[in-house]
């Protein structure tokens, strides 16, 4: 009778090896699933110590069960570095920024990019779009460049809307930047809007020149 009452208990040596193991696996997932801040400190460390200047660092911090992320922007650096290089080619009358919730917006006009009714980067563009792809090669952020018309409507043969003008537009900036600069095209996205994200009233030759752009928004 004794070894029958023993054979009845085995049961309760597998379960608590069983409990055991349970209770290791999530204590082994816990763990991993913790940044380490430590290390997090440590990058954030040297990249005050790489660009000089920890006033002008922002971190942010996401943290998720499956890991961290750090996001680093120097925006105030980066405003500097884009509003010099508008006043050194003599572009503050056609190129300027704007910061806002989505990030830093550099509104370049047509007269700088393009010919009137095309899509082609005209050689004047070029100096600028240089300029412009040295700064945003030394950021992780992604790019947006979107397309953006008047409304004046638009009938060609190669464009038969604003809509294929605007999107013709940035795909070309946007493919100069990744082609002739080597900016990366994972962080690239090209969007046209047409005449619909005005930035002036198009009642008049002057607030239709200003709609007439391309738009580099630099994420935040």
Same mark, same amino acid.
């Given at each position: 009778?004794?070894?029958?009452?023993?054979?009845? %208990?085995?049961?309760? *040596?597998? $379960?608590?090896?069983?409990?055991?193991?349970?209770?290791?696996?999530?204590?082994?997932?816990?763990?991993?699933?913790?940044?380490?801040?430590?290390?997090?400190?440590?990058?954030? =460390?040297?990249?005050?110590?790489?660009?000089? @200047?920890? =006033?002008?660092?922002? *971190?942010?911090?996401?943290?998720?069960?499956?890991?961290?992320?750090?996001?680093?922007?120097?925006? %105030?650096?980066?405003?500097?570095?884009?509003? @010099?290089?508008?006043?050194?080619?003599?572009?503050?009358?056609?190129?300027?920024?704007?910061?806002?919730?989505?990030?830093?917006?550099?509104?370049?006009?047509? @007269? *700088?990019?393009?010919?009137?009714?095309?899509?082609?980067?005209? =050689?004047?563009?070029?100096?600028?779009?240089?300029?412009?792809?040295?700064?945003?090669?030394?950021?992780?952020?992604?790019?947006?460049?979107?397309?953006?018309?008047?409304?004046?409507?638009?009938?060609?043969?190669?464009?038969?809307?604003?809509?294929?003008?605007?999107?013709?537009?940035?795909?070309?900036?946007?493919? $100069?930047?990744?082609?002739?600069?080597?900016?990366?095209?994972?962080?690239?996205?090209?969007?046209?809007?047409?005449?619909?994200?005005?930035?002036?009233?198009?009642?008049?030759?002057?607030?239709?020149?200003? @709609?007439?752009?391309?738009?580099?928004?630099?994420?935040?």
């Amino acid at each position: 009778m004794f070894h029958e009452e023993a054979d009845k %208990d085995r049961y309760l *040596i597998t $379960y608590a090896d069983l409990i055991t193991l349970l209770l290791g696996l999530f204590i082994i997932l816990y763990a991993i699933s913790n940044v380490d801040l430590a290390k997090y400190s440590k990058i954030t =460390s040297a990249m005050e110590t790489y660009f000089g @200047n920890k =006033s002008n660092i922002i *971190i942010k911090q996401n943290f998720s069960p499956t890991g961290g992320k750090v996001i680093a922007s120097r925006i %105030d650096d980066l405003k500097t570095q884009l509003a @010099n290089a508008i006043v050194k080619h003599n572009y503050t009358s056609s190129v300027t920024l704007e910061e806002n919730e989505r990030g830093i917006t550099i509104h370049i006009l047509e @007269n *700088i990019l393009f010919a009137s009714g095309k899509a082609e980067l005209n =050689s004047k563009s070029k100096l600028v779009l240089n300029e412009l792809a040295g700064i945003l090669k030394q950021i992780p952020n992604d790019i947006r460049v979107e397309g953006h018309t008047d409304n004046i409507p638009i009938n060609s043969m190669i464009y038969p809307s604003n809509w294929h003008l605007s999107v013709a537009r940035a795909l070309s900036t946007a493919y $100069y930047f990744i082609s002739e600069r080597k900016l990366n095209p994972d962080k690239v996205t090209v969007v046209g809007y047409s005449e619909y994200k005005p930035v002036a009233e198009n009642s008049s030759m002057e607030g239709r020149a200003k @709609n007439r752009r391309v738009d580099i928004v630099i994420i935040k």
